[in-house]
């Protein structure tokens, strides 16, 4: 776990097969920012951005779209920004 961006950063490394489903899973938790799903070269894949009006219809497509190109995978790494917890103010 990093800082990043005034947020807590998170990376999982995941076989192409279960990208699909552990993206899913972050945008439920719902204090997810961003998610950046890139392959094992670091090339960026797909970069979501989330915000509180996102809804599962909305990430439809790009989610489609990132099960087909993670399918053709063996790995992938999701790089997730949280909402900073716990309200912390600078100054």
């Known amino acids: 776990m990093a800082e990043g961006d005034g947020g807590r950063v998170d990376e999982f490394q995941l076989k192409g097969e279960e990208v699909v489903a552990k993206v899913k899973e972050l945008v439920r938790e719902g ?4 998610v950046t799903v890139s392959d094992s070269e670091g090339k960026t894949l797909l970069e979501i951005p989330l915000t509180v009006g996102v ?3 909305l990430l439809a497509p790009p989610l489609a779209a990132l ?5 053709l995978l063996t790995d992938c790494k999701i790089t997730v920004v949280r909402h900073e917890e716990g309200g912390k103010k600078d100054g």
Do not use: P
């Open 67 to 71: 099960g087909a190109v993670a399918a």
């Open 31 to 34: 204090n997810v920012r961003r």
């Open 55 to 57: 809804v599962g219809a």
